[in-house]
């Protein structure tokens, strides 16, 4: 992707200075599905590939539940470069970065984006608390992408520490295939911003006539 020598050619915050290697993402470009994490750790660092710790065994097993493997979909992270430490994400370290972010996004143009995390959703869905609106199908009008689909989740890492959040994650993942078949069927669906209105709705498994009306 020419799009990853661009961002290597950039500085774009302190971290390209004291990161090893770029970690820009990757995956299949026609990916109907994107996954966004939160920035490279140390293994992620060393390699230039996201998720490819014990987070990411976490995401790898979670995906293979539902019959998809890493090189079908695509991930990122909202920091390309590692934050030392693996601290959070400082606010203007996420906003340098968001451009590229934006541009992945365009260029994969996913039916589903799947925010692993607060910082991941915060970039997408500002000022929403991933524990109301993990497990939702949420749909918005981004500013520069137009409407697109996300169903925020937990960040895999989080859940290696609080491993009673595990089966709440599985069940999130259980969801994804059906609203791709969803999605796939219904691709540009009722364009309207449902983030601050009836949003808490994609009840799965309801008649399809239904779905819709409950979907945007
Ligand atoms: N955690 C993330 O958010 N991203 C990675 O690439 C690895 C761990």
């Known amino acids: 992707m020419a799009l990853n020598k661009e961002i290597a050619s950039k500085s774009c915050c302190s971290l390209s200075q004291t990161r090893t290697n770029l970690v820009p993402g990757e995956g299949s470009p026609e990916a109907r599905i994107m996954f966004i994490g939160e920035a490279p750790g140390q293994k992620e660092d060393q390699e230039g590939k996201p998720f490819i710790g014990a987070a990411g065994k976490l995401l790898s097993d979670l995906l293979l539940t539902i019959g998809l493997k890493r090189e079908d979909i695509f991930i990122a992270n909202v920091l390309k470069c590692r934050p030392?430490?693996?601290?959070?994400?400082?606010?203007?370290?996420?906003?340098?970065?968001?451009?590229?972010?934006?541009?992945?996004?365009?260029?994969?143009?996913?039916?589903?984006?799947?925010?692993l995390g607060r910082h991941a959703m915060e970039r997408f869905l500002p000022g929403m608390k991933i524990s109301a609106v993990r497990g939702k199908i949420l749909?918005?009008?981004?500013?520069?992408?137009?409407?697109?689909?996300?169903?925020?989740t937990y960040h895999?890492?989080?859940?290696?520490y609080h491993r009673e959040w595990l089966t709440v994650l599985e069940s999130d993942f259980k969801k994804i295939p059906q609203i791709l078949e969803y999605?796939?069927?219904?691709?540009?669906?009722?364009?309207?911003?449902?983030?601050?209105?009836?949003?808490?709705?994609?009840?799965?498994?309801?008649?399809?006539?239904?779905?819709?009306e409950q979907f945007f």
């Open 156 to 160: 895999p890492a989080a859940v290696l």
């Open 139 to 152: 749909r918005r009008n981004v500013p520069g992408l137009g409407f697109r689909v996300f169903m925020p």
């Open 84 to 115: 030392p430490g693996n601290r959070d994400p400082l606010p203007a370290e996420a906003a340098a970065c968001l451009p590229w972010l934006s541009r992945q996004v365009a260029i994969i143009d996913p039916l589903l984006i799947i925010p």
């Open 183 to 212: 999605l796939t069927e219904n691709p540009s669906n009722g364009e309207t911003d449902n983030v601050s209105g009836n949003w808490d709705t994609l009840e799965l498994g309801v008649k399809k006539e239904r779905k819709q």
